[in-house]
């Protein structure tokens, strides 16, 4: 198997209903304004580099941004359901202060056993893992050439812990913001982190210079 990369990217910034932080799971909010311009910069970012396929999450924030980067491509977006964001069920769509306030305990909790804590209806990282990671090496058997993989933040994290020799536990020390690329090379069996959250330049002119950089 020749070398290729794999390039993992977050999700451009969704619409929600308010600016505090929240906790965003299987609610399906589209992109934002603001995300529109991030998914835009992104897919310059990416626009002259070979992707044999693009896959993304089946929600609308991860579809609506793998679309702008499939336009430079002419390619189909493949959308997983198993690529979706953590489930967190009735604490999805919350603000954190409201959880904070109406349920302490299980809030604390989840900070002390983030790996393996559910919020009520909803998953674990762990659980996390045993859905996304499968659905990662399934897209690597399938293709030989680059690819994009355009997901959420939790799933991010999943697979960049697995793939750093991470414990599960220590997932939230890895950055995630909206539309940052993961450079992942692949050759044979061997996978390697190049670069970790590159976040692709937006300046006029200057479209795509910080990943072309890391190179």
């Not at 609308?60 to 977006?77: G, L």
């Not at 604490?91 to 900070?111: C, F, H, M, N, Q």
């Not at 940052?180 to 200057?206: F, H, R, T």
Request: net charge neutral.
């Amino acid at each position: 198997m020749k070398e290729r990369m794999v390039f993992l990217i977050r999700h451009a910034e969704p619409a929600t209903d308010h600016q505090e932080s929240t906790y965003l799971g299987w609610e399906n909010p589209s992109l934002s304004s603001q995300g529109e311009q991030q998914a835009k910069a992104a897919a310059l970012a990416l626009k002259y580099r070979s992707l044999q396929a693009i896959y993304a999450s089946d929600l609308i924030r991860a579809v609506e941004t793998a679309a702008v980067i499939a336009s430079f491509h002419h390619k189909p977006v493949v959308q997983m359901a198993s690529l979706r964001e953590i489930n967190l069920g009735n604490w999805g769509g919350k603000r954190l202060s409201e959880i904070k306030k109406t349920d302490p305990e299980a809030y604390t909790r989840r900070g002390r056993e983030i790996d393996t804590f559910r919020p009520p209806k909803g998953e674990s990282f762990a659980d996390l893992a045993k859905r996304v990671l499968p659905a990662f090496y399934g897209i690597l058997e399938d293709t030989c050439e680059n690819i994009a993989i355009v997901a959420h933040a939790g799933v991010n994290r999943v697979i960049l812990s697995h793939l750093l020799g991470m414990e599960l536990k220590s997932l939230f020390e890895i950055q995630q913001c909206y539309t940052q690329i993961s450079l992942i090379k692949q050759l044979g069996a061997v996978m390697q982190v190049e670069a970790l959250n590159l976040l692709p330049a937006n300046e006029a002119g200057k479209e795509g210079c910080q990943l072309e950089r890391s190179l």
